[in-house]
């Protein structure tokens, strides 16, 4: 299907063919985006509300702006998609996040006009920051640096720590806070309240529309600027209670102004930038801007699918029988039967209920699973503090953003050893997000702290019977439960709980010759692979190892006793990871035996589907059978030699 732009939105192959439109041709613009916006995502997929909802501003941005020259930072990269294709990248737009396509997020080495590669929330400011004092430091005066960020990824404490060090920096740099009221799910907090507190103050707006009125017939530029400030600050002491946090840090404020209107963003864009120094200009948008379902349901929309732009009807793939659920489901519904029999059952997620599934139990038990913000260093330790008074909480991070809180994991939970189950969705490769969502390093990462239990599920009831284990009074340790994104491979899933023994695995299949290890889903992969192998005359053990710490020891002895041909998969690095464990037990106990890992390789894997990338690094059953034969060519070559 041939996805055509409007009549303006085609002539634009640049920002500077942007700057060539009159002011009056800019609302055309925004709707010929939106609407391009709408036609691609329906059909090819990929983030979809974030990016409407800041159509104006990325036309207002880059026509007021000399981009790439000026810095424009985008915070998460959720939003980008009308950045992409205001800066030549519209004729292939339709790539975006398919393998070999462009990124879902701006990416430095796909375009100048990317000046920082993003993915995870709440790091804009502290890289603009960055840029603005490089640029002072090398004398450019006359370039700007633009912030923008969202509501949601301002309640992190990284923002925070970044816009404390701007007020005092002396940098010349604007902060854009893109207020929607959102990230994936509603934002939660105190950072919230105080937002809608501006936002919905009426006197305060009123007065200062007023006051920008009538400066603005005074004669004077240098006059009015200063006056205007200091009456701005009197305003907001007199009729707001909570306007003055970001001047507090030394951040001059404007706004909050609306989003949607071109002309009015275009206007104060050009007037912030004559006035030097760190500054934020407080934006209010809708998500899904545009687009009437998912202004409504913004969750939903964030990234749907592919959908049919007329009815709204999301595409769903039809199934002759009943498919395995996620992952993520399998928790969300497992740990609401948990917490039922266990009232000291409480649960905890970083902004992710909906992604991780904890909506469920927060429905059900609003007073036990909470959702803290985006802020993944408290999650843990706030869990690591209830853990103190006797409660078992369920810390549910996705595994790539687990890294931010990598410390706190070290310091606050193993080495008190207490007993926080943290749940790591989407670990592994998760697909078209690409390299700054892949859970590729937590069991590299965990693996060597002390005091820590690593597992992870082959299935459905693994998953639900590790999550049992867990919350025993008996484990006395810190849990680490890794688990994929995506469907699992049981249909009925819903199992009795049974508890399993810490650091031990399961022998699946005898064999000859070599033993294959998994840990975790990829052993389905492995069982697929066995199926074909057989079929060629070969024989693999297969060993779901389930624990990566600690190991099961007795189980490594039998299989480096029968066997001296070991391959080793998991999902994620192969550098420290699983399969390195094996080695170091191999190595231990003076074993010696050809062994080859199978896993993330040591380099960034780009998007594509969890498919394509599994074949692309190897660990799929392909990938595993291929492993098999290269380690048994000599029985092969054999074989045929008697055969012929």
């Not at 026509?63 to 980008?80: E, K, M, R, S």
């Not at 490089?134 to 509501?151: F, H, N, S």
């Not at 790591?424 to 078209?432: I, M, Q, S, T, W």
């Amino acid at each position: 299907m041939e996805i055509t732009p409007g009549s303006l939105l085609k002539t634009i192959d640049s920002p500077a063919d942007l700057k060539k439109l009159s002011r009056e041709q800019l609302h055309k613009v925004c709707d010929e985006l939106r609407q391009f916006i709408i036609d691609v995502v329906s059909v090819h997929g990929g983030h979809f509300a974030a990016s409407l909802g800041v159509v104006e501003l990325s036309v207002a941005l880059h026509y007021v702006y000399n981009t790439p020259y000026d810095q424009l930072v985008w915070d998460v990269g959720h939003q980008a998609y009308g950045h992409k294709i205001l800066t030549g990248r519209r004729d292939n737009f339709y790539t975006n996040r398919k393998y070999h396509g462009l990124s879902g997020f701006p990416k430095r080495s796909e375009s100048e006009y990317d000046t920082f590669g993003v993915g995870h929330s709440s790091t804009s400011i502290s890289a603009a920051l960055g840029m603005a004092m490089a640029a002072r430091y090398k004398g450019e005066t006359d370039r700007k640096t633009i912030a923008v960020i969202g509501d949601g990824a301002m309640t992190a404490g990284m923002a925070f720590e970044a816009m404390n060090h701007a007020g005092v920096a002396d940098s010349d740099m604007l902060i854009i806070l893109n207020d929607n009221c959102m990230s994936i799910d509603p934002n939660v907090g105190a950072l919230k309240e105080y937002l809608t507190d501006i936002t919905l103050s009426p006197t305060y707006n009123k007065l200062k529309d007023d006051v920008w009125k009538a400066l603005g017939k005074l004669p004077g530029k240098n006059f009015t600027q200063p006056v205007a400030h200091k009456i701005a600050e009197s305003l907001k002491g007199m009729v707001s209670s909570s306007a003055n946090l970001f001047e507090a840090l030394k951040l001059r404020y404007f706004g909050p102004i609306d989003g949607h209107n071109i002309t009015k963003l275009v206007d104060t864009l050009k007037d912030l930038k004559q006035i030097p120094g760190p500054k934020i200009l407080h934006i209010v948008t809708v998500k899904g801007k545009g687009y009437a379902l998912a202004e409504k349901d913004q969750t939903k929309w964030h990234a749907p699918g592919l959908f049919d732009k007329i009815t709204g009807e999301i595409v769903k793939k039809k199934y002759d029988a009943p498919q395995p659920p996620k992952y993520q489901d399998v928790f969300g519904h497992s740990i609401i039967e948990l917490a039922e029999a266990n009232d000291k059952i409480m649960a905890i997620t970083p902004a992710m209920p909906s992604g991780c599934s904890l909506k469920y139990m927060m429905e059900k038990m609003p007073h036990r699973a909470f959702d803290v913000g985006i802020a993944e260093q408290h999650a843990v330790t706030v869990s690591a503090g209830m853990a103190t008074q006797g409660m078992r909480v369920f810390c549910n991070i996705y595994s790539s953003f687990m890294q931010r809180a990598f410390d706190q994991v070290v310091h606050d939970v193993a080495i008190q050893k207490l007993p926080v189950v943290l749940c790591l969705d989407r670990a592994g490769l998760v697909g078209e997000d690409g390299p700054t969502h892949h859970g590729a390093y937590d069991i590299a990462y965990f693996r060597c702290i002390p005091n820590m239990v690593i597992c992870s599920p082959m299935n459905e009831s693994e998953l639900r019977n590790m999550m049992f284990t867990a919350q025993l009074e008996e484990t006395d340790l810190p849990v680490v439960i890794r688990y994929p994104r995506g469907e699992g491979v049981m249909t009925e899933w819903r199992t009795p709980f049974e508890k399993i023994q810490i650091g031990k695995g399961r022998k699946l299949k005898d064999g000859q010759d070599v033993a294959i290890l998994t840990l975790g889903h990829p052993g389905n992969f492995a069982t697929a692979a066995i199926r074909e192998l057989r079929t060629q005359g070969l024989n693999p053990a297969h060993y779901d190892m389930r624990f990566v710490k600690p190991l099961d020891e007795e189980m490594l002895h039998e299989v480096f006793t029968k066997y001296n041909k070991v391959v080793t998969v998991e999902d994620g690095t192969v550098v420290g990871g699983f399969g390195s464990a094996v080695l170091e037990f191999m190595n231990a106990h003076h074993y010696k035996a050809d062994v080859k890992l199978l896993g993330i390789p040591d380099r960034i894997v780009e998007h594509g589907t969890p498919k394509e990338l599994h074949r692309e690094c190897g660990y799929d059953a392909q990938g595993i059978a291929d492993a098999v034969r290269e380690l048994m060519i000599e029985k092969i070559n054999v074989s045929s030699l008697i055969a012929g």
